[in-house]
C-alpha cells in the first residue's frame, strides 16, 4: 500500500507562482512512475504532469508546457509541481498519482495509475 498527501496549494493571483508536493510513504516511491492530475468543478480529471521512477522520462499536458516542471527527490519520497505563470484556467484540484507498472512512457490515463492523494486545491484569481 501507499499513502500520497499532497501540500502546497492555495490562492494566488494570475502570473504568480506555486510549488506543489507530494510525499509518498507506504514503500520506495523511487519505483514507482509519479504523475500530477487536476479536476475542475464539473469537468473530467485531466493529465498535468508525470515523471519516471528515474527522472529519464516526463510528459507534460500541452497546457502546461512551458509552465509546469515536475520533478521528485527520491530521497525523501517526494514529488513536486512547480507552477509558474499561472492562469485563471490552472484553478482545480490537484491530484498526485502513483503507477506501479513497468511501462517505458509516462501513461497519461488515470485507469492506469494504482494509488492517488486526495488533492490540493489551487485558486488562481484574475
Known amino acids: 500500500q501507499v499513502q500520497l498527501v499532497e501540500s502546497g496549494g492555495g490562492l494566488v493571483q494570475a502570473g504568480d507562482s506555486l510549488r506543489i508536493s507530494c510525499v509518498a510513504s507506504?514503500?520506495?516511491?523511487?519505483?514507482?512512475?509519479m504523475a500530477w492530475f487536476r479536476q475542475a468543478p464539473g469537468k473530467e480529471r485531466e493529465f498535468v504532469a508525470g515523471?519516471?521512477?528515474?527522472?529519464?522520462?516526463?510528459d507534460y499536458a500541452d497546457s502546461v508546457k512551458g509552465r509546469f516542471t515536475i520533478s521528485r527527490d527520491n530521497a525523501q519520497n517526494t514529488v513536486y509541481l512547480q507552477m509558474n505563470s499561472l492562469k485563471p484556467e490552472d484553478t482545480a484540484v490537484y491530484y498526485c498519482a502513483a503507477d506501479r507498472g513497468k511501462r517505458l512512457r509516462v501513461a497519461r490515463e488515470p485507469d492506469w495509475y494504482d494509488y492517488w492523494g486526495l488533492g490540493t486545491q489551487v485558486t488562481v484569481s484574475s
Open positions: 507506504g514503500r520506495t516511491v523511487s519505483t514507482l512512475t
Open positions: 515523471i519516471k521512477w528515474n527522472g529519464a522520462v516526463i
